[in-house]
């Protein structure tokens, strides 16, 4: 990428590079003053479908806080309204789906995902950022399970009772499900990638919910075949969970070039399982509102027990809360930035 920063590029090829790229997740959101303002203005399905909007929202945290990549601002139920699906974002409580996934009528209800019909909005962001940004473009989607979580549950839970009661009742369903969804975000992020994202990020922010031997039996195939079809498209992908520390071997079998660590995860156990892979975290994102030298501690810390290795992108454990700081956000990029010095 000429004339653009490429360090995320070079990190997640397991390159080495000067200092440790950085760049955060959901970092445009609540935590940010011109944020909000915006969102007086607009929705958030607005934002997404506004694509001068949507592209103004994702350049904020880039240019506010000099991070290493930009990420498309979108949600990840974002395509689901292009398979059919009846959804609300309400404010606080995340996607609602108006009727749950719960049998094979559901199931079969769900359209294939035409990107370039149901979500032209989210290609023209992406190509009206590419026009504007010196720094690589994420875009991402959510996993197949994950999505499932909400489509079944009918929106977020705590023990994602009715998802597993599911997938445990109604296996052969539950796979033509899986099927469907891994068929959907595949063309979605193949989609994302051609208009011109230079990674993609997959989020299965939920599967942490599963044991091992449950996420080898009914996700891991799928999330094989997700891998697979992006491969051709040699664009980094990062493979992200929350709780996933139980699942990281299967995970890195599973897929992906980059392997996003919570920050319940030990970076340096992490580093000794997975080898060379290149891996992406781990602050928790909590930090972000202690003193100052309580920050630098901990930023310190994870980037000592990377110890220099190749391979590292510098983010949190899970997303920027509400009502962080934005200067101690900014801080961490400053001390991150300093490990080049």
């Known amino acids: 990428m000429k004339g653009v920063n490429d360090l995320i590029l070079k990190a997640a090829r397991g390159e080495p590079t000067p200092r440790p790229p950085v760049w955060f997740m959901r970092q445009a959101g609540r935590y940010q003053r011109e944020y909000r303002e915006i969102r007086e203005r607009y929705t958030l399905p607005e934002i997404v479908r506004t694509p001068e909007v949507c592209a103004e929202v994702t350049l904020l945290p880039v240019r506010q806080l000099g991070v290493d990549a930009a990420i498309l601002f979108a949600d990840i139920t974002t395509p689901l309204y292009g398979m059919g699906v009846d959804l609300d974002l309400v404010e606080g409580k995340g996607p609602v789906i108006h009727r749950p996934i719960r049998d094979a009528r559901g199931v079969e209800a769900l359209r294939p995902l035409k990107p370039e019909e149901a979500v032209p909005f989210v290609l023209e962001t992406i190509r009206l950022l590419k026009r504007e940004l010196e720094v690589p473009l994420i875009g991402f989607a959510g996993a197949p399970f994950t999505l499932a979580s909400y489509l079944v549950e009918g929106g977020p839970?705590?023990?994602?009772?009715?998802?597993?009661?599911?997938?445990?009742?109604?296996?052969?369903?539950?796979?033509?499900?899986?099927?469907?969804?891994?068929?959907?975000?595949?063309?979605?992020?193949?989609?994302?990638?051609?208009?011109?994202?230079?990674?993609?990020?997959?989020?299965?922010?939920?599967?942490?919910?599963?044991?091992?031997?449950?996420?080898?039996?009914?996700?891991?195939?799928?999330?094989?075949?997700?891998?697979?079809?992006?491969?051709?498209?040699?664009?980094?992908?990062?493979?992200?969970?929350?709780?996933?520390?139980?699942?990281?071997?299967?995970?890195?079998?599973?897929?992906?070039?980059?392997l996003g660590l919570d920050h319940h995860t030990p970076l340096p156990w992490a580093r000794e399982l997975l080898g060379k892979t290149p891996v992406q975290g781990n602050l928790d994102p909590v930090v972000l509102f202690a003193p100052k030298e309580v920050i630098r501690r901990e930023v310190r810390r994870i980037l000592e027990e990377n110890a220099g290795r190749p391979g590292h992108i510098f983010n949190l454990g899970h997303g920027i809360l509400p009502k962080t700081p934005v200067e101690n956000v900014r801080y961490v990029v400053e001390l991150v930035r300093e490990a080049s010095a």
């Not at 445990?168 to 990638?193: D, G, I, N, P, V």
């Not at 992200?240 to 995970?251: C, E, I, K, Q, Y």
């Open 157 to 258: 839970s705590r023990h994602f009772l009715e998802v597993k009661a599911f997938m445990y009742r109604e296996e052969a369903l539950w796979h033509r499900l899986m099927e469907k969804l891994t068929e959907a975000m595949a063309r979605y992020l193949k989609a994302q990638a051609e208009a011109g994202a230079d990674l993609l990020q997959v989020f299965d922010s939920w599967v942490g919910a599963l044991s091992p031997a449950d996420y080898r039996r009914y996700v891991k195939p799928h999330m094989e075949r997700l891998f697979r079809a992006l491969k051709p498209l040699g664009v980094p992908v990062i493979h992200f969970g929350v709780g996933t520390m139980g699942l990281l071997s299967d995970m890195r079998e599973a897929g992906g070039d980059v």
